[in-house]
């Protein structure tokens, strides 16, 4: 597939967007929005990024494929396979743990009935493989859901959160 064609996959919402986070950074510096850029790509392709639309970048950006690749795989907050339209993170990091958080996971996954780095089946909620630290030491145990801190989480906590999610 020639570039131009690998391209024409990104709407033009997306090049808008891709063509913004290129704009602060230094001529030559393109490689510098691959992080805007995939944000931008998995937004608009409903929670997950395809190996067709990573090219599509690389060749947006005029960079190597393998530099899209390597951001992607690199940093949690991208989803290279499809997802459930809710992220959601137990932090079990030694703060967390210390406060209950391997419990709280475990009560989690009970409740839904999945393990980490499963989907629910009817699509609605992710539960991401565990993070190193989600940085919100002060607040263990904490969730993060669709990028929204919670802190203090009780299981019945939880509960609520998960709830109220559509």
Known sequence: MQASDRIALLSAHVREEIDHWVSKFPAGRQRSAV?????????????????ELMEAVAAYLDIP?????????????????????HSVSVCTNI????CGGE??????????GIRIGESTPDGRIFLKKEEECLAACTG??????????YENVTPA?????????E
């Open 35 to 51: 992080i805007g850029a995939l944000h931008a790509v998995q937004h608009e392709n409903g929670g997950h990024l395809t190996s």
């Open 65 to 85: 494929s393998i530099q899209v690749f390597e951001v992607a795989s690199f940093y949690s907050m991208f989803e290279t396979r499809p997802v459930g339209r």
């Open 95 to 98: 703060s967390c743990m210390l």
């Open 103 to 112: 419990q709280l996971l475990a009560h989690v996954e009970k409740r839904l």
């Open 140 to 149: 263990a145990p904490m969730i993060m859901v669709d990028h929204r801190y």
């Open 157 to 165: 906590r939880a509960d609520e959160i998960l709830d109220a999610l």
